[in-house]
C-alpha cells in the first residue's frame, strides 16, 4: 500500500432517496458475499508476519477469511501450501524488479516457484501500483505493458496455471489508468485499490467525478478491463495516529458496511489491506492497517468480519473446495417503512432458502477532526409480504448469536444505527443440503460430494457406509412451532443400502421417522420420499440422524447419498408432540 490519495474539499454527503420495495427483490448467494472477503498479508516480512508465523496462521483460520493476497516469494508459497487444507487461497503478486525497474526475464521463475502450490492459488496479479515511482523511468507505461503482456501469454501457455485468472496491475492515480487503456487482451479482470481514508465506506467522494467513491473506482477498473470483473486488491482502514486514520471503533463499524457496499457495487472481491499491524510507532500509518494489532490481540474490526462471516457462510470445505456456491438465489417480497435517507440493504440467500436482510445506515461514524461520532438509532420497520415463519436479528459488531424479532402481521421493526445488522427470515419450506452442513456426530465412513445439476442445490453429498448401523447426524433448525412435512431427497442405485431416519432435541433420545428407505436401484434416479409428519411444540435445532438399516439382497453397497432434507411448514398444531419434539 502505498499513501497516495488526494486532499481535496470535502463535499457534504448527499442524501440519497431509497427506493421502497414494491415488488420480490431477487437475492444474491449469501456464501457468493463471504466469497468477496480478502485480506492482505506480508509473509516474508522480517516481523510480525515471519516471528509469529504460526500465530498469525490461526487467527486467519479463525477469522473464516478466505482468501489472502501477497506478493511472490517463498515464504508466500509456502504459506499458501500450509493454509490450502484449511481452505484458504492465495492472490500471488507476481511483481519482479531490478533496481526499481520491471524485469520480465523473472516471470518465468515466479511461475516455476507458483506451479507446486497452483491448487492453493486463486490468482496471479500484475505489477503493484507501478505509477507510484518518484520519477517513474522514461517509458515506464511501456514496460508496464510488455511486463503484464508477457504475464499474461506465460500463464495461458502453461498447462499448470492457466486456469488462474490473471488480474492486471493496480496503480494508485487516474491518470495511470488512461495512460495503459484497456489492458482486457492481456489479463482477467481489472484492478483497483479504493481507499477511503477516514470517510466513510458508502461516501460519494470527495472530489472531481466523484473522486475516492467505490463508483469512481469501479470506473477505473472499467478503463483497464471494460466488461471483466472488478477485483479491489487493497482498501481498509488504519488506526495509526498519523493521518487520515480512524478509531479502532470507526474501523469496526466501517469493514462490515464496506465489504457490502463494494459487493453490491459489483466488485467480485475485496481485500483487506492488511491482517496484522506491522509495527507500534502511532506516527507511522503504514504500521496500523491490521484486523489484529501487532502483539496479535484482536481489534473489534476482527470481531466484526469473523461474526459477519460466520453469520453468512453458507459452505462446508471438503478438504478441496467450499461446497455450496451452486445454490439458486430466490427473490422477497418485502418493504421498508420509516427508512432514513442514507438506509442501504443487501439481500442474500443460503442454499437452505433462508433470506438474510443486511441494512445498515451509511452514516458518517468518524469525523475528519478525529473524533467519533454518535449516531443516534432509527426504528424502520420490515414489511414482508411473503409468507415467512420467524425473524431474527444478528449485529456483527456485538457478537455472533441470532436473538428473536416480534412480528406482526409480516411486519417486524429494527434499530438502525452506524453499525450492520442482519434480519435472519425463515420461509416456509426449508431445504436443508448434506453438502453443505457439518455432520455432528458420524460414524466415520468417508464421504464424497457431487456436482450433478439435476440434483438439489446442483450437488449430493455420499455418505459411503460400508456396514450396517453406519450413521450421521445433521443439526437442522426448526424456526417456530407447528407441523412440518419431512421430505428426504436421495439417489438411488446398485450400491445403495437402506436407511431409517429419527430425530431428536440436542441430546434427546432419537424417535424413528416413517419406514426404512431402500435406496436400491437398477439404474441411477433421484427420489424424493415424503417420510412422515413431524409436530413441533418449541422451536428450535433439531438433530436428524440417518442410520444404515441392512440393503437390499441385490445392491452391492450400503452407500447412502442424502441430496436434500426438507422441512415443509404445515401450520400450527395442537396435536400432541410426536418423534423429534421437544
Ligand atoms: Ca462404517
Ligand atoms: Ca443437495
Redesign the pocket.
Known sequence: MTKTLLFCAVAPVLAVAVPVAAAPVAAQRSDRFVDSIGVNTHWSYPNVYSNFAAEVKAKLVESGIRHVRDGISSATTTRAGELESAGIKHLIIADSRLNGILNPSKIPLILDSIRPVASAVSGIEGPNEYDNRYPPETGWNTNLFNYQSQLFNAVQADATLQNLPVIGPSHVSQAAYNTMGDLSAICDAGNIHPYQTWRHPETTGWGTGGYGSIAYNIGLANVQAPGKPVWATEGGYQTSAALDYVSEAAEAKYLPRMWATFFQSGVFRTYKYEFVNQGTTTTDDQMHYGLLRNDRTEKPAFGATKNLISALSDARFDGTKWRSMLAAPGSLDYSISGAPSDLKQLLLQKSDGTFYLLLWRGAVSYSSSHTDVTVSPVAVTVNVATPFLAAQLNRPNNNNTWGAISTSSGSFSVNLDDRMAIVRIFPTTLNYQPEVLEYVAS???ATATAEEAAMSNGQIRSFN???S??SFTLRLQVPRSGSYQLYVGAKKWNNRGRYQVASAAPGGSFTNHGSVQDLYASSASRVETLIATLNYTTAGPRDFRFTVSGKNASSSG?ALPIDNVKLVYTGTTTASVSGGSS
Open positions: 460414524s466415520g465412513d457406509a460400508n456396514a448401523g453406519d450400503f
